[in-house]
């Protein structure tokens, strides 16, 4: 097994411009989510999801789009690049409601 | 929000001492975790605690879920090089919330 899968491990984007992060994991797990981290700021949810079809929002939603068409992938879109967005994006996911997350590596975005 | 105060926010030690850092929040948690982070790695599980007043250990890390399962604490005995990184607590309900980390400094 792969685990989770985060492409790409880093980008560097203009002020404005869209992009979308994967995520996708093989490990059939039905609950996915995506968090941002900055320093001194931990970890912050932007999205998740419980399932296919389902997707709800977390502390930081402003600025980010999901969808969830399958239950292996976890898209992260951004309509428009800001240089507040730079940080490190983790995508997560988990087997049932409150067994541990298994992390990406990450993607690594700069927005200038 | 569900916010998570973690302390401290920095530690440096010398090698062989023990680690204690903490984690406190004004909301209720199902379950607290503890992750650790190396550079250019995503967090990676430590330790799950599932029940209030639970007591975990895994090898030289020990960890506690609080009574009022508002709290957590992670105990790292005999600290080694390899120790070195960012040590996240996490609490989870239907989501799951982390504290700001705890940057752990391992001098040999």
């Known amino acids: 097994n792969a685990g989770v899968t985060q492409t790409p491990k880093f980008q560097v984007l203009k002020t404005g411009q869209s992009m979308t992060l994967q995520c996708a994991q093989d490990?059939?797990?039905?609950?996915m989510s995506w968090y941002r981290q900055d320093p001194g700021m931990g970890l912050r949810l932007i999205h998740y999801?419980?399932?296919?079809?389902?997707?709800d929002q977390g502390e930081v939603p402003n600025g980010y789009n999901v969808s969830r068409s399958t239950t292996e992938d976890f898209p992260l879109r951004l309509l428009s690049a800001a240089p507040s967005q730079t940080s490190v994006y983790f995508c997560?996911?988990?087997?049932?409601?409150?067994?541990?997350?298994?992390f990406g590596n990450g993607t690594r975005l700069t927005v200038t | 929000g569900q916010q998570l105060n973690q302390s401290p926010q920095s530690m440096f030690i010398q090698e062989g001492e023990d680690v204690s850092m903490n984690c406190t929040s004004s909301s209720i948690f199902n379950t607290w975790l503890w992750y650790k982070q190396d550079p250019g790695e995503g967090p990676v599980l430590l330790i799950a605690l599932y029940k209030a007043g639970e007591l975990t250990s895994n090898g030289r890390l020990t960890a506690q879920f609080g009574i009022t399962r508002k709290d957590s604490f992670l105990n790292i005995s005999a600290s080694i090089p390899s120790d070195v990184g960012i040590y996240f607590c996490a609490g989870s309900n239907n989501d799951m919330r982390f504290g700001a980390g705890t940057r752990l400094t391992v001098k040999p």
């Open positions: 999801s419980v399932g296919a079809g389902i997707t």
């Open positions: 997560a996911s988990r087997l049932w409601g409150y067994s541990p997350l298994h």
């Open positions: 490990m059939n797990h039905e609950y």
